[in-house]
């Protein structure tokens, strides 16, 4: 930035550098401006030898990162300004004329768009492999009764099956959220310039073509400042965690000596420093807890937008941190269930069904048999067990 | 509850009600005992008389609440419990059979999913109406020049119309959000029982025609504790605030003496206790602040999930409060904003064009007309307007 | 406000009203009002006479609100407007000059730091009745074995009394956490006027004496400002209940069948209204949820204060909400505690201790005795007891 | 673990390690493993050769950790287990003696709450650094005129220099939290073994009087699941960036043309990529936005927690992340406001005293003077403004 007087404070540069954050935009960076020079040349504004050798040099860019001999310097801001940088110590004049109409402010809303659409995608993915699994274990024990709880009480009988597929629909409904997702980032925000759009003819539905979106964002204010599908995929993916840690959270207790319905592989399990006979679930445990983590990376997200007047801001830089870290968090959580629930054993003899979990069942019966109100065989079935428990005073416990 | 020997204590039944907050919930349990009613004679699980005592007594009931005649006792634990008991007392034995092949959580969530789907139609149509005021201020400012900004910075110039016309993309793909919220509220849960279905012949498709569900919840365990559609709703009332917390944002700006972009009349505007020369755009601020309560009710529902087995849990009735909460606040904000809009007013001669708005066209032209890079362009601008400060220094200013 | 010389939209009106939220901060406002009079006069700034029908008025306004006769209207903004203008109907011109030397401003922050005082000191005490409580259970099972657990599986044998005492630490530190927030609230605001002083030549440090302050607040941009303390507050309080949902949750896996350490008398318990059987631990339940609700107000406190430029804004008015509603949830929660405690029994037969408990135990006695490092040790007793486990294998369960 | 009959999964090792968030506690790491060696040798549980043999070996670990020269392993589970691994190679047999009488768990918590002292007391001298600067800016302007704004509308003047102290009390305020902070890290957690204490005679006073605690934690159960000290260093550092966000808010105001208070220098500003004319005020952008980070953090730690059984959970190991995430945000901001702050200019031409600013002031002097209530003067002096704003009547706006 030549005009500026004095060169930037170096501790100003690592201030604002987001390097360390948005280097991994970088497959989308270079598809982007493969595009965006196609485009120009279509358009007559550079010329078809200015576009070839463009295109040579982001191919060698591209080697670069993907070889990790890529060398970033102080001076580069973020991702995109590296890649052209570099862009233009191989190819020299042309590579200035990639950034022809176009700015760090749509460039930057491009790739994450492309980002969001590509990750929600790979989430779903693992989201129908987590399903197929639980659906093969649900399977495999088709008919092993299991006491359905309420408030962590017996309720009513149920099949273990039964009880697994429960978590299937809830991954189907966070498919259809991240699905949601991604059509929100179907449009092409490049063309809005920094916010007025450009002064050049472009073809913005070519580029939309070439990276496989549905059209075009019509308002370039808007284009420049909505990180909206990075919402909605935080959002899919706090309710996946959710969904998540109340399985984890389960499967905790279902570990426990005391229910004892499930045991770990020891190749799934940790054991403790000082107690030799311990075998945590710890790939449960840290399920559970992971779902703090998305849920504070989604109000994070919401709190760095909330009360920013329109238009590009510094801020928005900081939403890559949350949005990297949910998106990493549920690929890994995602992903490890798969192997983990396949080296879990159901042990059906710590199964046991108590007689007072019929005690729905028997009340219903008394409806159908004598036609009194459900109230009322309710209250009858209720009296029974009270007297039975009576009858057999428990000892060694406080009074109650 | 007979078999329990001691009678609730009654500081724990003042714990345990829902009653302060799901009493508004009263017309969608209506509607839904009566369709369950009609299900239930149709099926011949009551008689068609039965089912006419209680439709006449469900009549009742409403009639007493939509009236403020209705009177709620302490051993109320919630609406739901509260209408059952009303209604018994109106018809007599028929009333306790209107809980056959039904149980309080399939019956809690079914309430709870007709409302997100009546208040996300709502708050949508709300939306719709903003969008459309905005749009008649846009066409009635068409081409008002206005400094675009980035960093709050004066960017480019735009147009105040075009400026406006961005909150109006936010707000469609805010009604986008809460269609797609109305879709996942669209599965009948009820007929899952408590959580492991009920013991007659129901046909629960015909209770979701009568309620105008699409379908009918296939798991019944997931049924129960499914409240996906609850966060669904506040995510998209979050995002909304997120977009109405930036235009509350930037309207408070536009109102300081030093923009004077805009003015508030008289009678949408409070002044000071003391200072007699002050008119606050407290809509705007108060719009700017609500965003974090909106954040709060979805952080908090989320939490109050995460970490719980599945199945139901008592936990899930605090869920009510965050999401009533949540719906208020929208229906509140969305709602003022299309008359505080209509009573700003916009001062074009406030609104001016620095020269220097104009240098990324200028740098454009200088690309065009000599064939240059875009990067020496900009340079050379930037280069013009450097100079240009350097000749008239400011006086009475810290040395920089 | 006759300057403006339109009336105040109805709609507008009720958006910018906080009565509905405000009204409970009456006792502090009296008590404020009164000693601000008090001071007034010493100061010759009004006169002993316009004192006394001051005090007068107020003890009047005083018993109308708390006698429930206070008539509220239409046009009051909030708590302290309606107290004065029901003083002005009272005492008439004297009620005028009460506000001499006062802003909205500071009287609304004084009311605050009066309330959060008051409340943080009733909520330490709650939580000192409650470690009370605790402790006199622990007194009452001092050497019960119980196994103690890490990730939910039995580790080393402790007593109940020192797992309940764990407890109690955590609500002594929460009790120096209230401490903490009451000395933040110790300097009185009162005299910061709208944001820069008054121009009267008041006495702060009587006002302060008058109310229990230990200073006053040095500057006033700052005062008028400040909330911090409510921050302090519901942090302090989203940290008690972080502490009292691992009870509840411990204590809801303890009451299921499974575990079967604790039991509930009736009076505390729900039932299902379809299983006569259930006697769920719905107290706990609740504790263990509202947890979400705490941290839920404690981010949208902090999120309304985020980005405000300094100064009063409106925004800060919506702090009230989510500051009333954590208060009120952290003295219920604490509250309810002590009888709900009392009335739950253990149950000492089904506290089992499993020889594998003391492998830890065993590997350090090998330390002492054979002089080997604990790593050795470790790895033997890890042997033996794979080995047992290897001679007894389970039937009726997967292969793992 | 040679108990366990199968190897971890490599998938699992990588979901369970948690070295790329620990590696940064080995110093605070080898400190307790020195102190506890010392004690070890100190109560003859370990042979003083034993000791200096470890004490040697913790030493070139140190030096290895320090230069860059340690080897990670891709079993090592955390740095604590990286850390011993290494030792053991180093020193032999020795080494394996380091952890008699001490647990992962409770060495664990020891790290965090010496990490937490050193970090609290390290933001706590950067609030003072800021706090100083803040205060020689404003005795460079100390009696420079400027608006005080209530609702960013102009109110009463003030000083720039009573406005900038403003923020140094909330500092100050911080500072105390911090000091909170580093008292709730004050006793030793070390001797709590896995939960239940240690079968050794060991000296827990003499390993606190070695490292500076000022005691000890009194119930084993407590320490090793406490992290409360966690939490209130999160929250210090969320009201810290509250404070700091408003700062970075306002100045983003100020540096806009309308305002055009304060001007950055080149050093510390970035330019845009098409527009050479701007100047962005980035390290105010932000600092602005972290505020939500800051939230993100406490949010997230408190989730983790929350609902979690007492005792050690795998889940606490998560608690890692938004803690350090925390700290390394704080002391980023805080650190840069220092240079930023002084690269910062004031121009004073700009900032202007509109007459209606001092109508509070005439209003009070109407009070004295006239000796009416202070209601009266300020309807009159209201009345006038509106009667000036009549007679000059705006052209070229919104009829309003």
Partial sequence: MSRFSLPQDPVFQQLNTSLGYDRRLWPHDIAQSRAHATMLAAQQIISEDERDEILRGLDE??????????DFEGGDEDIHMAVERRLTEIVGRAGGKLH????????????????VRTEADATARLATDLATTLIDVAEAHLDWPLPGYTHLQRAQPVYLSH????????LLRDRARLRFTADQASLLPLGAGALAGVNFDTDRRLVARELGFDGVVPNSIDAVSNRDFAFDLLHALSVCATHLSRLGSELVIWSSEEFGFVTMSDAWSSGSSIMPQKRNPDVFELLRGRTASAHGC?????????????????????????????????????????????????????????????????????????????????????????????AKPETGQDPS
């Fill in 61 to 70: 860019v591209a080697a670069e990162l993907e070889g990790g001999a890529f």
């Fill in 163 to 170: 009880h697994l597929l429960a978590y299937v629909w809830m």
């Fill in 100 to 115: 022809t109409a176009r700015s760090r402010n749509d460039q930057v809303v491009t790739d994450l768009a492309m980002f």
């Fill in 298 to 390: 989604l109000v994070e997200a919401l709190g760095i937008f909330a009360k920013l007047p329109s238009g590009y801001q510094r801020d928005l830089q900081l939403l890559k941190a949350p949005l990297f870290r949910g998106i990493d968090l549920a690929l890994a959580s995602t992903g490890i269930l798969v192997p983990a629930i396949d080296a879990m054993g159901f042990r059906v003899q710590h199964i046991e069904l108590d007689p007072a979990i019929h005690a729905a069942e028997r009340a219903n019966e008394l409806v159908v048999r004598e036609g009194i109100p459900f109230r009322e065989a309710y209250r009858r079935v209720g009296a029974a067990l009270a007297a039975d428990r009576a």
